[in-house]
């Protein structure tokens, strides 16, 4: 089936006009952002559009065109969610939107499963040590019986692909959508603004 009928929708964050409407399912998120939030109350361009919730995707404005209904949302790898639509302008940090992701989660997490305790601290680990270009070999894995320990840095790159690991154990292993949902925001900024990051599209498609 296909959404139908409306649904209130709350347009925050850096929108001109904000606030809470009530809005047809398939009208676009470009639509909703320019035409009923009337773009940035800063006047510069949209960055990113966070929908869902603190937990929700981030959206490209290259995605504007993107139906606002649940399955074009889950067709795209985001969420509807509660509605709520907040919008970034071009000076937003996305690294640090990221990393606030995880921080939410390990903050907010009751402790009961390891995917959503352990895995949030562990993302914003690894979200810093790409931030920093990789990770050096630590004191142990210098010892001479540690042999089979990675003789060289880990660069930035094999930091992604241990930061798309995680996302993946903790989107399909955590008991709630806590720990299933804050892959999505995290992983949809690495994705559409990697140079946030400090990573090149090359790097991060070698990764």
């Known amino acids: 089936g296909r959404s139908k009928g409306t649904m209130p929708v709350q347009i925050a964050g850096n929108v001109k006009h904000g606030g809470l409407y009530e809005t047809a399912f398939g009208v676009t998120l470009g639509e909703l952002v320019n035409e009923i939030g009337g773009g940035t109350a800063s006047g510069r361009p ?30 795209a790898d985001a969420l509807v969610g509660h509605g709520g639509i907040v919008v970034f302008d071009d000076t937003v940090d996305m690294a640090a939107m990221a990393r606030f992701a995880m921080v939410f989660c390990a903050a907010e997490s009751c402790g009961k499963c390891t995917p959503c305790r352990i895995g949030s601290v562990r993302g914003v680990e690894i979200i810093e040590r790409i931030l920093a270009g990789g990770r050096m070999a630590d004191s142990v894995e210098r010892l001479p019986q540690m042999h089979n320990a990675a003789k060289t840095p880990r660069d930035a790159g094999g930091q992604v692909a241990l930061l798309e690991d995680l996302c993946d154990v903790m989107k399909s292993a955590s008991l709630c959508a806590l720990g299933g949902f804050t892959p999505y925001p995290v992983m949809s900024a690495l994705k559409h603004w990697p140079e946030d990051f400090g990573i090149r599209a090359s790097e991060k498609a070698s990764a």
């Open 46 to 75: 949209v960055k990113a559009v966070q929908v869902g919730g603190p937990l929700g995707a981030y959206i490209h404005p290259d995605q504007f065109d993107l139906p606002f209904d649940y399955e074009a949302f889950a067709a």
